[in-house]
Nanobody
């Protein structure tokens, strides 16, 4: 069983930056594909960025690559999301998700993941 705890959210002005962390316990993350998702009120959960078990980042949206950087520290068993130039439309609860896999694939669908955290709120004011 893997427990994921997100942190680092908060209130930031438009154009600002935040770094989110996702600390894992119960299992080392080195064999896991992971992803950062977000969900705004009344909207479906959507992918922000993903990372393969080999630490290769991936984005389903090319524009997200410019503003969202995903990385992992396997020694700290922590996943990160560095966000810059935040805009009000980025306001959402951000979740990290994980799935143990033998394959070096990036997973963009939340339904495929087996573990997820409680989320951290990011609010961007205009």
């Amino acid at each position: 069983q893997v427990q994921l705890v997100e942190s680092g959210g908060g209130l930031v002005q438009a154009g600002g930056s935040l770094r989110l962390s996702c600390a894992a316990s119960g299992h080392t993350l080195s064999n896991f594909a992971m992803g950062w998702f977000r969900q705004a009120p009344g909207k479906e959960r959507e992918i922000v960025a993903a990372i393969t078990r080999y630490d290769e980042p991936a984005w389903s949206d090319a524009s997200a690559k410019d503003r969202f950087s995903i990385s992992r520290d396997n020694l700290k068993n922590t996943l990160y999301l560095q966000m810059k130039d935040l805009q009000p439309e980025d306001t959402a609860v951000y979740y990290c998700e994980a799935k143990e896999t033998a394959y070096g694939l990036a997973i963009f669908a939340s339904s495929v993941y087996d573990y997820w955290g409680q989320g951290t709120q990011v609010t961007v004011s205009s």
